[in-house]
């Protein structure tokens, strides 16, 4: 699994299992080229991908717990989609100081974060 984690500067990191295809030479100088900085988790340690493995947490627990089934393929995707637009529209977050991902991104991008300069 891969996860894209979006900085407030607009970078991308990708952080990714280590399988052969995303440690390649020819991957790693395309990532570089696009701006991607690639971070590789350690096989069967979920520490190093905690943002994933709690966004996978949370999907599991509001929308597949007390869910035995869907009637279609159709359907599973739609309860899916439905889901992931509220998480990031209306849904609050507290790490996000309790605004919706695309409400925290919008005040992001409008408010310039500068460090104090060394003392």
């Known amino acids: 699994?891969?996860?894209?984690?979006?900085?407030?500067q607009g970078k991308v990191l990708l952080r990714s299992l280590e399988?052969?295809?995303?440690?390649?030479?020819?991957f790693a100088d395309a990532c570089r080229q696009?701006?991607?900085?690639?971070?590789?988790?350690a096989i069967g340690s979920s520490a190093d991908n905690?943002?994933?493995?709690?966004?996978n947490a949370t999907f599991k627990r509001e929308t597949?717990?007390?869910r035995k089934h869907w009637s279609s393929e159709r359907e599973a995707r739609l309860d899916a989609?439905?889901?992931?637009?509220?998480?990031?529209t209306r849904r609050r977050h507290s790490?996000?100081?309790y605004r919706s991902p695309i409400a925290y991104e919008t005040v992001s991008e409008t408010t310039s974060t500068t460090l104090a300069p060394a003392a």
Do not use: C, I, P
């Open 81 to 88: 989609f439905r889901w992931l637009h509220r998480y990031n």
């Open 34 to 41: 696009a701006g991607v900085r690639q971070s590789m988790s």
């Open 64 to 66: 597949l717990q007390d």
């Open 95 to 97: 790490r996000l100081g």
């Open 19 to 26: 399988l052969s295809q995303y440690t390649s030479r020819a």
């Open 1 to 8: 699994m891969n996860s894209y984690n979006y900085s407030k």
């Open 50 to 55: 905690a943002l994933a493995e709690s966004f």
